[in-house]
């Protein structure tokens, strides 16, 4: 358990419903980022933040895709009008401001989309 | 999109053997990263090697980072039954605004006992 949490563990949906996934990063970690993974691939990078501030966002981040970190603590990330090919894991990871650039992950919010 | 490759895609080996992964990679790189994930579950951070360096080693793991050929090899030596997992290198773009990690398509290794 490295120490960052993830709400749900598990999300099934029907197409077109809106959904939303809650990140709980180590507390003293400034920087939060998202990433998406499918059966047999590696995570693929979604959006990060510094703080309260969106700094960087995939190309893979549609606009059905919106991530937030109000308070620069706790994120969500919401997809509307989902569809099949959203069905994956969705990983949050965090890391201190400080120090090198390996990544804490939680364990993921499988999301399955019918 | 996916930074490279990992080789092989799976692995077998038997308890007490060593095991050798592979990962290419495409761009210029600040340092690259290797990430153990169990089933289901998530990623756990083994082991970081910077551009600068050649050779790290922590515990039985054995990395190596060669610029000029854009690869990297994960070695783990006397494997263990706990060692099954799925294996992703990870690169930090020389871009120092970015922050995201490009990973590997994964090597899944299995111990026997």
């Known amino acids: 358990d490295t120490g960052v949490s993830q709400d749900p563990r598990h999300k099934i949906t029907k197409r077109g419903q809106n959904v939303t996934f809650r990140c709980d990063p180590i507390s003293e970690h400034n920087r939060l980022y998202w990433y998406r993974q499918t059966l047999g691939q590696g995570p693929e990078f979604l959006t990060y933040f510094q703080n309260e501030a969106q700094l960087e966002k995939s190309r893979l981040l549609s606009d059905r895709f919106s991530a937030e970190r109000p308070k620069g603590s706790f994120s969500t990330l919401e997809i509307q009008r989902t569809e099949q090919g959203d069905s994956a894991m969705y990983l949050c990871a965090s890391s201190p401001l400080a120090g090198a650039s390996e990544q804490y992950f939680g364990p993921g919010t499988r999301l399955t989309v019918t | 999109s996916q930074q490279g490759e990992e080789d092989p895609q799976a692995l077998s080996i038997q308890e007490g053997e060593n095991a050798t992964m592979n990962c290419s990679y495409k761009t210029s790189i600040n340092n690259l990263q290797w990430y153990r994930q169990n089933s289901g579950r998530g990623l756990v951070h083994l082991i970081l090697i910077r551009s600068n360096e050649r050779e790290k080693h922590s515990g039985r793991l054995r990395v190596t980072l060669d610029t000029s050929k854009k690869s990297s090899s994960l070695l783990i030596t006397a494997s263990r039954a706990a060692d099954t997992a799925s294996y992703f290198c990870?690169?930090?773009?020389?871009?120092?605004?970015?922050?995201?990690?490009?990973f590997g398509s994964g090597t899944r290794l299995q111990v026997q006992p």
């Open positions: 990870a690169t930090r773009s020389m871009d120092m605004g970015r922050r995201a990690l490009t």
